[in-house]
């Protein structure tokens, strides 16, 4: 009856959690007689084993990017938890649309997904091996055993900071899951995977746990800015549960707004700042010190050192095709899958779309001998690219990747211009008793969009639902927000708003309110007679 998922992960608890460098090179070699002992029997090792925790956000498996930690057939690239979370994301909404039909795929943007689909799968899965992993991680930290293994001093106060590093992690992953599923399997450090299956929780329960979490942890990791660029510290803390609050009349039916601008307003006074063009956020370089000042928490990839079919290499090769060979100067790779177009939705959010220079300098779309309007979800040529992701540095160059076929782009889950967005969003569903901050705080994003000209500014009057929306939209676009947005702004399943090829129809239509949340995957159920399936499904 043991649940498969946990199986493997009980595997790979004993094999994997070995020596790697914590940098851009994750050498990550299995040996069959590497225990928890020999792992964390010194401080550096226990280093070592939370560089593979943070090495499995931006990695598929310990064999390079053919190779998956996951037990699940297909191509192992989608297994990548950010290309995962990505297509539920984005490939359900108005932003994207895939030409590819691999069996479930097609059901995101056609809001028909089911308990079988293999992707949903996935984006379940990952998220709950990189739990198991960081309780692993967060149990070996305890103080008896820090004692028994005679670690003491500044090792210790040092394994201290890291396990808050894991428990950060973890809580993230379960507001991915809430987010998504609202109800998964719930396990911690204090849970014996081995021999127990795991019970399921219920929205509100984990919401209290990751808000008790993060509340806690707000006050316990370090100061924000304070360590090494890719580790998470209390703005990265900060930033979740500003994000979890936004979103708290979805999970919960509770209003929490005021603590959504609380946190976003710490993150905001924490010392980040914009970065000056906002066509470098997503380039090759994006973790130099002038554009990465603007990112809160990042997942790190590498196109040497950390190679793997997702992240931004999934997003700018499959934005590619071999028959546009000059979108490959845009996006700074030479590897096309013909696969990821926007609908004509997004690029009308932006002034003047289709004209030779748009003054809003977000607005990165490829038009060259394409139609905005996609008449065939199978047909490639149709439909504007996206080209806001470029594995070229800020001066047009290509980055440190010399293959050009894995991207060097590292992937923000926070930054600082979300935050700006959060505060106002969430004073605005207060009664707008700030809306003089708010404003203030958009003209900084659409100051950097417009190119300091002062085109671009809004008044006070102009924050309406519609506007926030739309700015969401023009800010964060392909960035793995719009689900979520659309489902508190009531308009992703709503019949209200369409978009092309929403529900499978050419001109769009509404779907069942279900399918605002994922199924639990049948074999999750089939397995764990502790778990119960999401309504209707």
């Not at 509100?204 to 580790?231: K, Q, V």
């Not at 979108?327 to 002034?351: C, D, E, H, K, V």
């Not at 978009?499 to 199924?519: D, F, N």
Request: aromatic content about 12%; some cysteine; overall charge negative.
């Amino acid at each position: 009856m043991k649940s498969i998922l946990f199986q493997k992960i009980a595997f790979y608890l004993s094999v994997i959690l070995v020596a790697v460098a914590c940098n851009d090179q994750l050498d990550l070699k299995p040996v069959n007689d590497v225990t928890s002992e020999k792992v964390y029997a010194t401080p550096e090792g226990y280093l070592q084993a939370l560089a593979k925790i943070y090495g499995s956000f931006a990695t598929t498996g310990s064999g390079g990017p053919g190779s998956t930690d996951l037990p699940f057939g297909g191509d192992p690239g989608w297994s990548d938890f950010y290309r995962s979370f990505w297509k539920v994301q984005e490939l359900s909404t108005d932003e994207a649309i895939i030409a590819w039909n691999d069996p479930g795929l097609p059901d995101f943007h056609n809001l028909s997904y089911t308990p079988n689909n293999p992707f949903v799968q996935r984006i379940f899965s990952r998220p709950m091996f990189q739990i198991v992993l960081c309780n692993e991680f967060i149990r070996e930290c305890a103080d008896n055993r820090l004692e028994r293994r005679g670690i003491t001093g500044t090792d210790a106060a040092k394994i201290k900071q890291y396990q808050q590093e894991a428990r950060f992690l973890r809580a993230f992953q379960y507001w991915v899951l809430l987010d998504l599923f609202r109800n998964p399997p719930f396990v911690t450090e204090k849970d014996d995977v081995g021999k127990i299956l795991p019970r399921q929780t219920n929205a509100r329960e984990l919401y209290n746990y990751i808000e008790s979490e993060l509340l806690d942890l707000s006050n316990g990791m370090e100061p924000p800015m304070s360590l090494e660029y890719g580790h998470a510290d209390r703005g990265a803390a900060w930033a979740l549960l500003a994000r979890l609050s936004l979103n708290a009349e979805v999970y919960i039916g509770e209003k929490r707004h005021i603590q959504a601008m609380e946190y976003a307003q710490k993150v905001i006074d924490a010392g980040s700042a914009l970065t000056d063009n906002y066509q470098f956020l997503f380039r090759s370089n994006n973790d130099s010190a002038g554009i990465r000042k603007e990112f809160i928490f990042t997942i790190r990839y590498d196109g040497i050192n950390t190679q793997t079919y997702g992240g931004g290499t999934f997003i700018v090769n499959a934005s590619a095709s071999n028959e546009t060979r000059d979108f490959f100067g845009i996006s700074g790779n030479n590897a096309g899958w013909s696969g990821m177009r926007t609908t004509r939705n997004l690029p009308l959010l932006f002034p003047d779309t289709g004209k030779a220079e748009c003054p809003d300098k977000r607005a990165q779309f490829y038009t060259t001998d394409r139609d905005i309007d996609i008449n065939s979800v199978g047909t490639y040529s149709e439909g504007w690219l996206v080209a806001k992701y470029r594995n070229t540095t800020t001066r047009g160059e290509n980055g440190k990747n010399r293959t050009q076929e894995f991207c060097d782009i590292d992937i923000p889950l926070f930054r600082l211009g979300e935050m700006y967005l959060i505060y106002a969003e969430a004073d605005w569903r207060n009664g707008g008793a700030n809306k003089s901050i708010s404003k203030n705080y958009i003209n900084e994003l659409r100051k950097r969009a417009y190119g300091g000209v002062s085109q671009g500014q809004i008044t006070e009057d102009d924050i309406t639902e519609e506007f926030l929306i739309a700015e969401r939209g023009r800010e964060l676009y392909w960035e793995g927000h719009r689900r979520t947005d659309l489902i508190r702004f009531n308009r992703f399943t709503e019949g209200s708003y369409l978009w092309p090829w929403k529900g499978g129809q050419k001109g769009g239509v509404g779907a069942s309110s279900h399918l605002r949340i994922l199924p639990i995957p049948a074999n999750e159920i089939g397995n764990n007679p502790n778990l119960k399936q999401n309504p209707i499904y």
